[in-house]
């Protein structure tokens, strides 16, 4: 975000920028939407209609506008918009910005992918310019967001969005060694994007941190910030934040539980669920499927995925950051073919950020936590989406599977589901999500495990960090909600074991009581959906991706 350079052609812009803000509140005013209607359902407005004032008293109508150019927004954050090559408005940008830009409180709920950041960053924008806020006035809007990376990514739109405004802004997030320095300047910023945890760190630590002026608080991804892990710190945030402003809450899974509303003290607040009568959850063009992989079987069916498709970006997720090292590790020594690279909570920050851009310019491999699954853009160009371990919930499914098929792009996704698992299936279809259960050609499934043993033996660490993830893994089966779904007597422990390349299970101290017998319970898998050929596979060879090499040959190795 650039400041005017000269103090002649400074004085002159804020004359002219005085005249606009009265012209875009006299609009705004002119033309609200009703509350509780949906601007999406009025007609588009003709393309050659005129906009903004139209003569001394009236103005064009922005609900059921299209087009950023018919919204009445500030010439600058048009420019922004123009220059990012933002043109037309998506559904929910549609929905949800006629309601914002009069300063209503909006509950925003659309699809992955469907363009929420947008949604968010303009009204915040246009509000800070309408009251003419300066880097003097302190913090006037606050975006919170789960994750770190998120959070960067946000910023980097704020960026692009607002770069003709002249406010400042700061990405506050965890991990950052330059906290100090951070303290120094948090007073004179603007807009401020961050995590909670680093956010309270600045209410608590910072001496005269002031937000009493705060005009707009944003919640992204906001189910999972009103959740009970965010809970403690978002109350202390909340406590903090004066009750006179604008309050905007967005995600793919949106909250209308009262309680929570309740301790955001909004006011009447605007519901807009753009994709809610739709008969899927998730995004058109995503191709979903699921596949039963037994526990002891997961690896080796990773790894024939993976060697089949060693020419796309394929994001891998995996239940705990000690799974995610080990698999990264191991399979880096096994070289499949196509770069790898590792993300989890427990990497410095500034690796972790690294990671995140080496991911979005290059064509690789990444094993993740949930720490990549809400938000994430990833350039739209994430081709798999693979679930190795099964989500925590239908949420965390469709926050997942969100990373690709993002905007007008596509992309696929194969869930691993446990034959003790299969109760998520309907889950997941009483959510209207489009799932096509497929099996794997098992002859095409290669097998890893003695080059595992072999490379645990070479390795003491991979060796450590294979104990490590056969302990965490069991340990977040145990401590699941959903018991209908999470079964840890279920799971065939031994067999595990071996499959990680492990000579003995390691001791599993909490489940001494639980694993009275190792046999893991009978399953009769349903019958897949699609037609069975010669007993091999049930889907088209252009689906089977489990050893139906994309390379071609062994030249990706
Ligand atoms: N009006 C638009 N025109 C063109 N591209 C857009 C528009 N709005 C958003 N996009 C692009 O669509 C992609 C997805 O947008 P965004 O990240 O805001 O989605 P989201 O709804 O917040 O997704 P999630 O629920 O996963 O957080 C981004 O690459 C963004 O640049």
Redesign the pocket.
């Given at each position: 975000m650039r400041r005017p350079k000269s103090r002649r052609f400074r004085q002159q812009s804020r004359l002219s920028e005085l005249q606009e803000i009265e012209l875009l509140q006299s609009w705004i005013e002119s033309q609200k939407p009703d509350s509780g209607s949906n601007p999406r359902s009025l007609p588009p407005l003709a393309s050659d209609a005129r906009i903004g004032r139209l003569d001394a008293s009236s103005f064009s109508r922005y609900a059921g506008a299209t087009k950023?150019d018919q919204l009445p927004i500030s010439k600058k954050t048009k420019d922004g918009?123009r220059e990012?090559?933002?043109?037309?408005?998506?559904d929910?940008?549609r929905a949800s910005l006629p309601h914002s830009l009069c300063g209503r409180d909006v509950l925003g709920a659309?699809?992955?992918?469907?363009?929420?950041?947008?949604?968010f960053i303009i009204p915040v924008l246009e509000k800070l310019y309408s009251e003419r806020w300066s880097p003097e006035d302190g913090v006037g809007s606050i975006i919170i967001s789960p994750t770190r990376e998120?959070a960067g990514?946000l910023f980097d739109?704020l960026r692009v969005v607002g770069r003709h405004h002249g406010f400042s802004a700061g990405l506050l997030i965890g991990g950052r060694r330059d906290v100090d320095l951070e303290k120094q300047s948090v007073n004179e910023l603007n807009v401020l994007v961050c995590t909670p945890g680093r956010l309270l760190q600045h209410m608590d630590e910072t001496p005269n941190f002031d937000c009493s002026q705060l005009q707009v608080l944003v919640l992204?991804?906001a189910d999972r910030i009103l959740d009970v892990g965010f809970k403690k710190a978002l109350n202390a945030i909340i406590s903090q934040l004066p009750k006179q402003r604008q309050t905007m809450l967005?995600?793919?899974t949106q909250t209308k539980s009262v309680q929570d509303l309740a301790r955001l003290s909004l006011k009447d607040p605007e519901y807009l669920s753009v994709h809610e009568e739709s008969v899927v959850a998730t995004p058109n063009r995503l191709q979903q499927t699921a596949m039963i992989v037994p526990l002891e079987q997961k690896m080796d069916m990773l790894w024939s995925f993976i060697k089949a498709h060693c020419r796309s970006r394929i994001l891998v997720f995996l239940s705990s950051c000690k799974q995610v090292r080990f698999v990264f590790e191991a399979f880096k020594k096994l070289r499949p073919g196509i770069p790898l690279k590792c993300l989890h909570g427990r990497m410095k920050q500034e690796k972790r950020m690294g990671i995140y851009s080496q991911f979005c310019e290059q064509q690789s491999l990444l094993f993740s936590t949930d720490v990549a699954a809400?938000?994430?853009?990833f350039?739209?160009a994430v081709d798999w989406v693979v679930q190795v371990d099964c989500p925590e919930d239908v949420a965390s499914y469709i926050?997942r599977v969100?990373?690709t098929a993002?905007?007008?792009s596509g992309g696929r996704s194969v869930l691993f589901l446990m034959p003790s698992e299969m109760k998520m299936l309907e889950k997941l279809k009483a959510a209207k999500i489009p799932l096509q259960v497929i099996k794997a050609n098992t002859k095409r499934i290669q097998s890893i495990s003695h080059l595992l043993r072999e490379l645990l033996a070479k390795y003491p660490n991979i060796n450590q960090l294979a104990q490590r993830a056969f302990i965490t893994y069991l340990r977040s089966i145990h401590i699941q909600k959903d018991k209908e779904i999470f079964d840890v007597t279920k799971l065939s422990i031994d067999e595990y074991s071996i499959s990680l390349g492990l000579a003995m299970p390691p001791k599993v101290r909490f489940l001494k009581n639980k694993l009275k017998s190792k046999t893991p319970e009978v399953y009769a898998p349903p019958e897949p959906e699609s037609s069975v050929e010669d007993g091999v596979v049930d889907v088209p060879r252009e689906k089977l991706e489990i050893g139906d090499s994309a390379c071609g040959n062994s030249s990706c190795l």
């Amino acid at each position: 975000m650039r400041r005017p350079k000269s103090r002649r052609f400074r004085q002159q812009s804020r004359l002219s920028e005085l005249q606009e803000i009265e012209l875009l509140q006299s609009w705004i005013e002119s033309q609200k939407p009703d509350s509780g209607s949906n601007p999406r359902s009025l007609p588009p407005l003709a393309s050659d209609a005129r906009i903004g004032r139209l003569d001394a008293s009236s103005f064009s109508r922005y609900a059921g506008a299209t087009k950023f150019d018919q919204l009445p927004i500030s010439k600058k954050t048009k420019d922004g918009l123009r220059e990012a090559k933002y043109k037309k408005m998506t559904d929910i940008q549609r929905a949800s910005l006629p309601h914002s830009l009069c300063g209503r409180d909006v509950l925003g709920a659309a699809k992955t992918g469907s363009g929420k950041t947008l949604a968010f960053i303009i009204p915040v924008l246009e509000k800070l310019y309408s009251e003419r806020w300066s880097p003097e006035d302190g913090v006037g809007s606050i975006i919170i967001s789960p994750t770190r990376e998120l959070a960067g990514q946000l910023f980097d739109v704020l960026r692009v969005v607002g770069r003709h405004h002249g406010f400042s802004a700061g990405l506050l997030i965890g991990g950052r060694r330059d906290v100090d320095l951070e303290k120094q300047s948090v007073n004179e910023l603007n807009v401020l994007v961050c995590t909670p945890g680093r956010l309270l760190q600045h209410m608590d630590e910072t001496p005269n941190f002031d937000c009493s002026q705060l005009q707009v608080l944003v919640l992204d991804e906001a189910d999972r910030i009103l959740d009970v892990g965010f809970k403690k710190a978002l109350n202390a945030i909340i406590s903090q934040l004066p009750k006179q402003r604008q309050t905007m809450l967005f995600s793919a899974t949106q909250t209308k539980s009262v309680q929570d509303l309740a301790r955001l003290s909004l006011k009447d607040p605007e519901y807009l669920s753009v994709h809610e009568e739709s008969v899927v959850a998730t995004p058109n063009r995503l191709q979903q499927t699921a596949m039963i992989v037994p526990l002891e079987q997961k690896m080796d069916m990773l790894w024939s995925f993976i060697k089949a498709h060693c020419r796309s970006r394929i994001l891998v997720f995996l239940s705990s950051c000690k799974q995610v090292r080990f698999v990264f590790e191991a399979f880096k020594k096994l070289r499949p073919g196509i770069p790898l690279k590792c993300l989890h909570g427990r990497m410095k920050q500034e690796k972790r950020m690294g990671i995140y851009s080496q991911f979005c310019e290059q064509q690789s491999l990444l094993f993740s936590t949930d720490v990549a699954a809400r938000g994430l853009d990833f350039n739209k160009a994430v081709d798999w989406v693979v679930q190795v371990d099964c989500p925590e919930d239908v949420a965390s499914y469709i926050h997942r599977v969100g990373r690709t098929a993002r905007y007008h792009s596509g992309g696929r996704s194969v869930l691993f589901l446990m034959p003790s698992e299969m109760k998520m299936l309907e889950k997941l279809k009483a959510a209207k999500i489009p799932l096509q259960v497929i099996k794997a050609n098992t002859k095409r499934i290669q097998s890893i495990s003695h080059l595992l043993r072999e490379l645990l033996a070479k390795y003491p660490n991979i060796n450590q960090l294979a104990q490590r993830a056969f302990i965490t893994y069991l340990r977040s089966i145990h401590i699941q909600k959903d018991k209908e779904i999470f079964d840890v007597t279920k799971l065939s422990i031994d067999e595990y074991s071996i499959s990680l390349g492990l000579a003995m299970p390691p001791k599993v101290r909490f489940l001494k009581n639980k694993l009275k017998s190792k046999t893991p319970e009978v399953y009769a898998p349903p019958e897949p959906e699609s037609s069975v050929e010669d007993g091999v596979v049930d889907v088209p060879r252009e689906k089977l991706e489990i050893g139906d090499s994309a390379c071609g040959n062994s030249s990706c190795l």
